[in-house]
C-alpha cells in the first residue's frame, strides 16, 4: 500500500527566509509524485509535479522540489517565502489500488503561516 | 484543463439523515474521485467512480454508507447515508485529467457538519 509521510505540521517563517518542507513516501511500483498548495478560501491546485527524467522540479511561484529515490523523498524548497505563501502544501503519490486503478494517497499537509 | 462543479458548499445535517453531494465536470472524464478531508487530517480517498461499473472503494469505506452513482461521463454523486458527527468533514470531489501525465483537478468541496 501506498503511504505518504509530511514531517512539519505547521511551520511558521519570516518573509524573505528559506523554506523546506519534508515528504517521504512509501510506494513499490513506479513513482509520481505531487505537490499540492491550498491557499485560503481557495481551491487545492497543482504546484508541481514528477514523473520521470531530471529528479529537482521546479513549479510555480519559484518552487521546486528534488525527488531522491535512495531516500523516498520528495522535498518542497523555496529559498525566499514571501507573504502571500502562506497556505496549506499536500505532498501526494500516484499509484494503484488494490482493484487496479490509478489513486493518489496525500500526505497530512503542512500549513505554512508567513509573517510579513 | 478540467472545472468541477460540487454543491452543495456546505450544509448543516441531523443524525440519521442522508446527503447527496453532486459533482458537474465541463468535460468527459474517465475516471472521478470522491475524497474526505476530515479536521487535521489528510485527504483520504474515500471511492473510485467509474462510468459503466461499480465504485472501487477504500479500505475503510462501504457502498451502504458511502453509495456512489456515475450515470456519465461528466457526473458523480456521492450518498452520505445515516450521518453521525464523526461524518463531519471536508467532502471533495477530484478528477484526473486526460493523458498519462496528468494531474488531479479539484471541486470547492463540501463543508459538512452534522449535529
Known amino acids: 500500500a501506498q503511504s505518504v509521510s509530511q514531517h512539519n505540521h505547521h511551520v511558521i517563517l519570516s518573509e524573505a527566509a528559506s523554506l523546506e518542507l519534508g515528504c517521504n513516501y512509501s510506494?513499490?511500483?513506479?513513482?509520481?509524485l505531487f505537490w499540492y498548495v491550498q491557499y485560503p478560501g481557495q481551491h487545492l491546485q497543482l504546484l508541481l509535479k514528477?514523473?520521470?527524467?531530471?529528479?529537482l522540479v521546479k513549479g510555480i511561484k519559484g518552487f521546486e522540489a528534488e525527488f531522491i529515490k535512495s531516500k523516498f523523498s520528495f522535498n518542497l524548497r523555496k529559498p525566499s517565502v514571501q507573504w502571500s505563501d502562506t497556505a496549506e502544501y499536500f505532498c501526494?503519490?500516484?499509484?494503484?489500488?488494490?482493484?487496479?486503478?490509478?489513486?493518489?494517497?496525500f500526505g497530512i499537509g503542512t500549513k505554512l503561516q508567513v509573517i510579513p | 484543463s478540467a472545472v468541477i462543479s460540487q454543491k452543495p458548499s456546505r450544509d448543516i445535517c441531523q443524525r440519521g439523515t442522508s446527503l447527496t453531494i453532486q459533482c458537474q465536470v465541463d468535460?468527459?472524464?474517465?475516471?472521478m474521485f470522491w475524497y474526505r478531508q476530515q479536521p487535521g487530517q489528510s485527504l483520504t480517498l474515500i471511492a473510485t467512480?467509474?462510468?459503466?461499473?461499480?465504485?472501487?472503494?477504500e479500505s475503510g469505506f462501504v457502498i451502504d454508507k458511502f453509495p456512489i452513482s456515475r450515470p456519465n461521463l461528466t457526473f458523480s454523486t456521492l450518498t452520505v447515508s445515516n450521518m453521525s458527527p464523526e461524518d463531519s468533514s471536508i467532502y471533495l470531489c477530484?478528477?484526473?485529467?486526460?493523458?498519462?501525465?496528468?494531474?488531479?483537478?479539484f471541486g470547492s468541496g463540501t463543508q459538512l457538519s452534522v449535529l
Open positions: 477530484s478528477v484526473k485529467g486526460q493523458g498519462q501525465n496528468e494531474k488531479l483537478f
Open positions: 510506494y513499490g511500483g513506479t513513482v509520481n
Open positions: 514528477y514523473f520521470s527524467g531530471d529528479p
Open positions: 501526494a503519490v500516484l499509484g494503484l489500488n488494490s482493484g487496479g486503478y490509478q489513486k493518489v494517497t
Open positions: 468535460s468527459q472524464v474517465t475516471m
Open positions: 467512480a467509474n462510468q459503466g461499473s461499480e465504485a472501487t472503494y
